[in-house]
């Protein structure tokens, strides 16, 4: 595995860790930095605390809505599955019925939750997505229409309907959920490259439209995250891909069908992979500092991949990428 190795060297180099320090966000500052809970008191004494939080099932999304909630927010977390809604209510939490399917579910939680909150609403987080693993030539049409739908139109929707009530009430916090694969790609997972890549130039060129309103666009890049969206992928596979008809059907055969199935338990992973409640931190610390960042790469190989970017040709990236991109080499991330 070149990627690993290659990381392995940098974080052992003396030379290039130092220069990477540069570029890497340092997490004890972003819990412990006292200016920014200043912000707290200052700036968000007078306002409602409130989010919205897509995707809330499990992983990401509710381990922040659960972080946050223990802070203090009013959190209205809401999930695609009315069985999901009654789990994450039985946790004080108030969760609402959402799928980014329907343009009719969107509506009738966010009228709701603006009647609690009179109106107004500090922050949405747009997270809920999937992943549809396999070679771009064996995807149907209606297959990456659905994916869309889900990670990018959808989103489309209830931010267009939410941006109106932040210039309304003149603040706001749009945080977009993005991926390490938002900025690079690994083969196999086209549909879900595909999406992030369009959600990144979207979130750029919102923040671009938006700059000067109050409302402030946040990227947020997690990488490497322990949920189960490569257990929940392995359903849109088998769903849209008909491996068995497939010309590369040895390649599904031996090595994707046997991954998206088993639990990796990769030095990789072991040394990398980081829990989603890390990803719910940042997401804390994006809402409370004055003046946050545009993006915020959270994991160590996220990190160093948005290094490797500014600094290699886009030939010598498609080569580590090609060595990454083996069909036996299928980490996780979101």
């Known amino acids: 595995m070149l990627l690993p190795n290659l990381i392995g060297s940098v974080i052992l180099s003396k030379k290039l860790s130092l220069c990477l320090e540069k570029v890497f966000i340092d997490y004890n500052k972003i819990t412990t930095n006292e200016s920014n809970f200043n912000f707290i008191e200052n700036y968000m004494n007078d306002r409602k605390k409130s989010i919205l939080i897509t995707g809330c099932s499990s992983g990401i999304g509710l381990e922040t809505a659960k972080y946050l909630s223990q802070n203090g927010w009013q959190v209205f977390a809401t999930c695609r599955k009315k069985g999901d809604v009654k789990k994450i209510s039985s946790l004080d939490i108030n969760c609402f019925h959402l799928d980014y399917n329907s343009e009719k579910s969107i509506d009738l939680a966010l009228d709701e939750i603006l009647k609690i909150t009179n109106g107004k609403l500090y ?76 959600l990144e130039g979207y979130t750029d060129t919102l923040r671009l439209e938006l700059q000067g309103t109050g409302i402030n666009v946040i990227s947020v890049r997690p990488g490497p995250i322990k949920t189960l969206i490569r257990e929940n992928s392995f359903l849109h596979f088998k769903k849209w891909v008909d491996w068995e008809k497939s010309y590369l059907k040895r390649i599904y055969q031996k090595f994707l069908i046997p991954k998206l199935k088993k639990e990796s338990n990769s030095f990789f992973n072991k040394l ?48 580590l990428l090609l060595r990454n991109s083996e069909p036996n080499q299928m980490p996780r991330e979101t």
């Open 123 to 198: 922050a949405v987080f747009n997270n809920g997505a999937f992943a549809l693993p396999g070679a771009l030539e064996d995807i149907p049409t209606d297959g990456m229409k659905e994916i869309f739908q889900t990670n990018f139109f959808g989103w489309h929707y209830l931010t267009r309907k939410i941006i109106p009530v932040m210039r309304k009430q003149g603040y706001g916090r749009i945080i977009q959920c993005s991926s390490i694969l938002g900025f690079i790609t690994l083969s196999y997972r086209g549909p879900y490259n595909a999406t992030k890549w369009a």
């Open 272 to 319: 990398f992979e980081l829990k989603a409640i890390d990803v719910a931190k940042i997401i804390h610390h994006s809402l409370h500092v004055k003046n946050p960042k545009f993006i915020y790469n959270v994991t160590i190989p996220t990190k160093f991949m948005y290094f490797m970017v500014r600094i290699l040709s886009k030939k010598n990236l498609h080569k």
